[in-house]
T-cell receptor, first 114, second 111 residues
Framework: EPEVTQTPSHQVTQMGQEVILRCVPI?????FYWYRQILGQKVEFLVS????????KSEIFDDQFSVERPDGSNFTLKIRSTKLEDSAMYFC????????????FGEGSRLTVL | KQEVTQIPAALSVPEGENLVLNCSFT??????LQWFRQDPGKGLTSLLL???SQREQTSGRLNASLDKSSGRSTLYIAASQPGDSATYLC??????????WGLGTSLAVNP
C-alpha cells in the first residue's frame, strides 16, 4: 500500500542550527502539507503546497520556515535558526485533490532542540 | 473561530465493549471530516473519510457518521479490542478546506 515516508524519524539539534526534514509523498498525489504537534497539544497546520508553490500558510509558518520540492519526489521543510519551542513532531501529509480524497500522513519526524 | 471538542477526553473499557466517540464543531459548516488514530509517539493513521456528499462511512468494525446540521460526528467501534487502544482524532474541514483539530479521545481497551 502506498505511504508517505519521512526522514529522519528523530533529530536532535542545537538551538540556532538549521534543520531539514524530508518527506516523500504518495506518488500520484498533488497536494502536500506540513503539520506539527507539540507534545500534548493539538496538531497544527503549517503550510500547504501545490503546483510547486505554497498555496496557504499559517501564522506559525514565518520566515524561519521554508518548503521545497527539489525534485519529483521529495518535499522538504527547512527550519532556519531553530528555537527551543520548535521542538515538536512534524508530520508530512499528501492527498490527490484539494477538495476530495483522503489525507495520508507520514510517521512524523521528531525534532528536539537543545 | 472554528473549534473541535472531542468527548470523552479519555476512555478505558474492557475488551469486547461497543464504543461511541464524539466530535463536535462550533461551526456546523463542515465540508468533510476524517477520523484518524494516533498511537503514542507515532503518525496519524486514516480510518474513515466522510466526504461532502456523504453522511456515513463504514470500515470493518468502525462506523463514522456526520450530522452537518448540528456539526457533530460520531465514531462507533464495535467489539473493541486491545489493539484499538490509541488516541482518536476527528479533524474537520470547513468551507475554506482547512482542517481543524481537537485534542482527541484517548482510548484504552483492557484485555
Amino acid at each position: 500500500e502506498p505511504e508517505v515516508t519521512q526522514t529522519p524519524s528523530h533529530q536532535v539539534t542545537q538551538m540556532g542550527q538549521e534543520v531539514i526534514l524530508r518527506c516523500v509523498p504518495i506518488s500520484n498525489h498533488l497536494y502536500f502539507y506540513w503539520y506539527r504537534q507539540i507534545l500534548g497539544q493539538k496538531v497544527e497546520f503549517l503550510v500547504s503546497f501545490y503546483n510547486n508553490e505554497i498555496s496557504e500558510k499559517s501564522e506559525i509558518f514565518d520566515d524561519q520556515f521554508s518548503v521545497e520540492r527539489p525534485d519529483g519526489s521529495n518535499f522538504t521543510l527547512k527550519i532556519r535558526s531553530t528555537k527551543l519551542e520548535d521542538s515538536a513532531m512534524y508530520f508530512c501529509a499528501s492527498k490527490t485533490g484539494a477538495n476530495t480524497g483522503e489525507l495520508f500522513f507520514g510517521e512524523g519526524s521528531r525534532l528536539t532542540v537543545l | 473561530k472554528q473549534e473541535v471538542t472531542q468527548i470523552p477526553a479519555a476512555l478505558s473499557v474492557p475488551e469486547g465493549e461497543n464504543l461511541v466517540l464524539n466530535c463536535s464543531f462550533t461551526d456546523s459548516a463542515i465540508y468533510n471530516l476524517q477520523w484518524f488514530r494516533q498511537d503514542p509517539g507515532k503518525g496519524l493513521t486514516s480510518l474513515l473519510l466522510i466526504q461532502s456528499s456523504q453522511r456515513e462511512q463504514t470500515s470493518g468494525r468502525l462506523n463514522a457518521s456526520l450530522d452537518k446540521s448540528s456539526g457533530r460526528s460520531t465514531l462507533y467501534i464495535a467489539a473493541s479490542q486491545p489493539g484499538d487502544s490509541a488516541t482518536y482524532l476527528c479533524p474537520g474541514a470547513g468551507n475554506n478546506r482547512k482542517l481543524i483539530w481537537g485534542l482527541g479521545t484517548s482510548l484504552a481497551v483492557n484485555p
